[in-house]
């Protein structure tokens, strides 16, 4: 079971703000869930399989990406350090630890700092589907989330038409809460209903899969 939260001071120990996404690399054995940074824009496997990510059609609808080309990677790139500089996101690669290879993303974030409530996210192009690869990563980061940044509840949202992401959210211990009517437009111009799943740092660990 998570440890159940605790209120935050009013500063930690080293002067950063409380409830800050701190960078570090989260080993899973057969996967190395890694920050997303500046170093990725580096030419490369990981950089072609970003730009590559863009086109593919199932993230193109639910979890458009502003990595089409080179320039545009760097972009987002820069955007997500720019979250782990803050402390106000955690998004994470998740890469094959034998190869390097992109097999996704998992996005932790900030929606009310003050009140710890955050919500996750989550893509995988082709290579990293169908593994289970994204539902551990998506564990690890949650429960990292509850243990080092002292999030109270953790939140996700998808499309109500996404059955896959709502077999993750469900395996991954997030119990639904109801759907969201029109609530988000996705890749395709149209706003999709959403169901809305969640976490607390109190509720149980679900059960491996």
Avoid: K, Q
């Avoid at 730009?51 to 987002?76: E, Q, S």
């Avoid at 939140?155 to 896959?164: D, F, Q, R, S, Y």
């Avoid at 759907?179 to 976490?199: I, K, Q």
């Amino acid at each position: 079971m998570s440890t159940p939260a605790t209120a935050p001071t009013a500063t930690d120990p080293d002067g950063a703000e409380p409830r800050t996404f701190r960078r570090t690399t989260l080993d899973l054995g057969d996967t190395v869930l890694r920050p997303w940074g500046r170093v990725d824009a580096e030419p490369g496997p990981v950089l072609d399989s970003l730009v590559a990510a863009a086109a593919d059609p199932l993230i193109a609808l639910w979890n458009p990406l502003a990595t089409h080309d080179p320039a545009a990677a760097l972009a987002w790139l820069e955007a997500r350090e720019d979250g782990w500089d803050r402390g106000v996101a955690a998004p994470f690669a998740v890469l094959d630890a034998a190869d390097g290879a992109l097999l996704g993303c998992v996005n932790l974030r900030w929606v009310d700092r003050a009140d710890g409530l955050a919500m996750i996210g989550y893509w995988a192009p082709p290579a990293g589907r169908g593994r289970g690869v994204i539902g551990r990563a998506t564990r690890a980061v949650t429960a990292w989330g509850f243990r080092t940044a002292d999030a109270r509840r953790i939140e996700i949202a998808h499309a109500v038409g996404n059955e896959a992401s709502c077999r993750l959210a469900l395996n991954c211990g997030y119990l639904p809460e109801g759907t969201l009517r029109a609530s988000h437009r996705f890749g395709d111009g149209t706003y999709h209903d959403e169901h809305l799943h969640a976490r607390l740092a109190t509720d149980p660990e679900p059960a491996a899969r």
